[in-house]
């Protein structure tokens, strides 16, 4: 067999196996993208999923002041 005709097969079969390749790599990401959307929905996750220091105590101060409001009333 001929040097060029060996290098023809040879390059053939590497883009073959690159093909190949492309589209496992391709399914995987799908796979992973859609596993992770359906893990977010099912979390509920929203857009805004973290609150500052700040935020978290006033949010414990109105819960406290609540609790000593009930805790006066008859």
Same mark, same amino acid.
């Given at each position: 067999?001929?040097?060029?005709?060996?290098?023809?097969?040879?390059?053939? #079969?590497? +883009?073959?196996?690159?093909?190949?390749? &492309?589209?496992?790599?391709?399914?995987?990401?799908?796979?992973?993208?859609?596993? %992770?959307?359906?893990?977010? #929905?099912? +979390?509920?996750?929203?857009?805004?999923? &973290?609150?500052?220091?700040?935020?978290?105590?006033?949010?414990?101060?109105?819960? %406290?002041?609540?609790?000593?409001?009930?805790?006066?009333?008859?």
């Amino acid at each position: 067999m001929e040097p060029g005709v060996q290098q023809e097969r040879a390059l053939s #079969k590497f +883009h073959s196996r690159l093909e190949q390749m &492309t589209e496992q790599v391709k399914r995987c990401h799908n796979g992973m993208f859609d596993e %992770m959307s359906q893990e977010i #929905k099912a +979390h509920g996750i929203s857009r805004k999923t &973290t609150i500052t220091p700040g935020a978290a105590a006033g949010q414990q101060n109105k819960h %406290m002041q609540k609790l000593n409001h009930q805790a006066w009333m008859p």
